[in-house]
């Protein structure tokens, strides 16, 4: 089983910029592909981004030029930076992660195709 706790979430104004962490512990695979999920109040949850367990990062468009994902294997942590917060990106955001299969990396923007879950940390991003 692998443990995901995410960090780093807090109240910015727009425009900030606000770093995000997501560590892991337990039984690590070593190709866990992780990735990052948010969820605004009374909307369902969506893609933020992903990043393969060898490096190789997806986006969504909506965040693409503002957010950047990176892994710092040694510490099996994953990182959000995101830069010009706006009022639109408050949510809860939420950390995953699968174990590639059959060599074969999954670092999409379907919710159910990652195993683990994260309990979330709050971003608020005020006007």
């Known amino acids: 089983q692998v443990q995901l706790v995410e960090s780093g979430g807090g109240l910015v104004q727009a425009g900030d910029s606000l770093r995000l962490s997501c560590q892991a512990s337990?039984?690590?695979?070593?190709?866990?592909?992780m990735g990052w999920f948010r969820q605004a109040p009374g909307k369902e949850r969506e893609f933020v981004g992903a990043m393969s367990w060898i490096g190789v990062p997806n986006y969504d468009v909506s965040v693409k030029d503002r957010f950047t994902i990176t892994r710092d294997s040694a510490k099996n942590t994953m990182y959000l930076q995101m830069n010009v917060l706006k009022p639109e990106d408050t949510a809860i955001y939420y950390c995953a992660a699968v174990a590639s299969t059959s060599g074969t990396s999954y670092i999409g923007n379907q919710a159910g195709r990652y195993d683990y879950w994260g309990q979330g940390t709050q971003v608020t991003v005020s006007s």
């Open positions: 337990g039984r690590i695979p070593s190709n866990l592909d």
